[in-house]
């Protein structure tokens, strides 16, 4: 694998380890602006239609290849079972490989997973990782970025051997309505007449397993972090006459879909040979969903989120299937950092090529850098390990994409 020397720019670092997503590079879907999420009035059975536009995918992508096998990215949750269903119902004779991902010491959706495949007649494959970091210096040769949350590697690379189609559920959460999390959380936090400034601060508190208190402290002074900075990226999506809800869908779907899900994921793709098929991201369904009212995406009173692909998923008579509390493929990171990462993080990180560079402060890795810690600082511990192995990966070259943690 060739490794040209590459570089980041300093914004770059900042935006990923703060945001998860640089939104500094080139998205491969165009980006929205609020115009996009105007609600438009409809008169058609919507549910019925959108069913239409998520077959008319599969069809043009899968059907009509003529293709006799697929694989599906299987966790058990609705996206991913709708899509199961759909393409069931479209190609009736296509093989369908289902693949679920057990992560060690984190919640095993892969047992509901398997009650899904035996339901459509797909073989189910079960991916176990014991140590969630142990490819991670191949994964980031094969992005070229420092990102460490990077579960698509193995469900593509166990993709590869069962065919060259990978059909997932993607972009459910963003168009759909999803983030019932966050949305309950935001709207807790703001009034309809909140200023934008103070929007863009509660997204992001709704986002703060991206960054810790301290921030401001994990960045040498050759980075200059700047929190307004930050928001500067974030704000124009709260400056505009959308309803908040409104606004919160169009930061989720120029966030981490667009600059972290959808480029990592392709990069990925390309590498292992593997053609993806994300029957919900069609450009067709993208511009009718966008307009789509937020009733039709969520309900606040319940705090239930997807409500047209779960009108789906009744008429199927499907619910009994899906896991009652959905992780996705997620592994507890918590537990990931007792086995495996605090370890990994006190080996690399002691004398570290980042710190050397004055790029990240040695002062606030000391002070952090303990075996019983949160979830938000073992996540930020994770993404300076991934921008040291990206480092010695592709600056020093002294690491090969081969090397097992």
Request: positive net charge; glycine residues 4%.
């Amino acid at each position: 694998m060739a490794r040209s020397k590459i570089t980041l720019e300093p914004n770059s670092i900042k935006n990923i380890l703060t945001l998860r997503y640089n939104p500094i590079k080139t998205s491969q879907i165009p980006k929205k602006t609020w115009q996009d999420f105007v609600e438009k009035p409809t008169t058609q059975n919507v549910a019925q239609h959108v069913e239409h536009l998520i077959i008319s995918n599969i069809k043009k992508s899968i059907k009509n290849s003529k293709t006799t096998k697929a694989s599906i990215a299987l966790s058990s949750g609705v996206d991913s079972t709708l899509v199961l269903s759909l393409l069931k119902k479209t190609c009736p004779d296509v093989q369908i490989n289902a693949i679920s991902i057990k992560f060690a010491e984190s919640i095993d959706e892969s047992k509901h997973a398997a009650r899904i495949s035996e339901r459509f007649d797909a073989l189910h494959h079960v991916v176990y990782i014991e140590n969630y970091l142990k490819e991670l210096p191949t994964a980031i040769s094969i992005i070229r970025q420092p990102f460490w949350d990077l579960h698509w590697y193995y469900v593509v690379k166990k993709s590869k051997t069962l065919g060259k189609l990978l059909v997932s559920g993607d972009g459910g959460d963003e168009l759909f309505g999803g983030y019932t999390f966050r949305y309950e959380k935001f709207l807790s936090l703001t009034k309809r007449n909140s200023s934008a400034l103070a929007k863009t601060k509660a997204y992001l508190l709704c986002h703060e397993r991206d960054w810790v208190p301290d921030q401001q402290k994990i960045f040498a002074n050759k980075l200059q972090f700047s929190w307004d900075d930050i928001y500067s990226r974030v704000l124009s999506y709260f400056d505009n006459p959308l309803h908040p809800i409104s606004q919160v869908f169009l930061a989720d779907f120029n966030g981490k879909l667009l600059y972290n899900w959808v480029p990592l994921n392709t990069k990925i793709h390309e590498h292992f040979g593997v053609k993806p098929i994300t029957p919900i991201l069609s450009k067709e369904t993208i511009d009718y969903a966008t307009h789509l009212p937020i009733g039709l995406k969520y309900d606040p009173k319940n705090n239930l989120g997807k409500l047209l692909l779960r009108e789906i998923i009744h008429k199927y008579s499907l619910e009994k299937l899906l896991i009652k509390k959905k992780q996705g493929f997620s592994v507890d990171t918590t537990n990931l950092w007792k086995s495996h990462g605090y370890e990994l993080c006190d080996n690399y990180l002691s004398d570290a090529r980042i710190v050397r560079q004055k790029w990240i402060n040695d002062s606030w890795i000391q002070k952090h850098l303990q075996k019983n810690l949160d979830a938000r600082y073992v996540n930020k511990f994770l993404g300076l390990l991934a921008l040291e192995i990206w480092y010695r990966i592709f600056v020093t070259k002294e690491m090969r994409p081969s090397h097992t943690l």
